[in-house]
């Protein structure tokens, strides 16, 4: 079943945005990574020691179906955050076919961020600004 969740982004204060978000709904983060864990990216600059510390990803279930997740956006990786675009809608369909599809249908006319594509976290994952303005993750889990 394709579930939809809303993702966060955050200048610098992820984790105690987050932190306050379980004093409130409860319940154990289902992950946490820091920048510093990623693995290399080609053509992504060598990080700060600070930049390393910041939330790359992070997840709180808040029912059975929705889990609210967020990161630090790092000035290099995206726009700079403001109120109004500093969440995304993040799509988690079943089948390659279906990332495919729904990412083809939503992103026309927008602008790609990036393409559909095996991840290091062992998804297939893209996101894109629909024509509208609205953000969106696809992130189909490769299990």
Known sequence: MTTVNIYLSFNDNCLEAFNFYKSVFGGEFSYIGTFGEMPPQEGMPPLSESEKNKIMHIGLPISAETILMGSDVLENMGPKIT???????SI???SKEEADRLFAGLSSGGTVVMSMNQTFWGAYYGMFTDKFGINWMINMELS
């Open 83 to 89: 109120q109004g675009n500093n969440f995304s809608i």
């Open 92 to 94: 988690s369909p079943d």
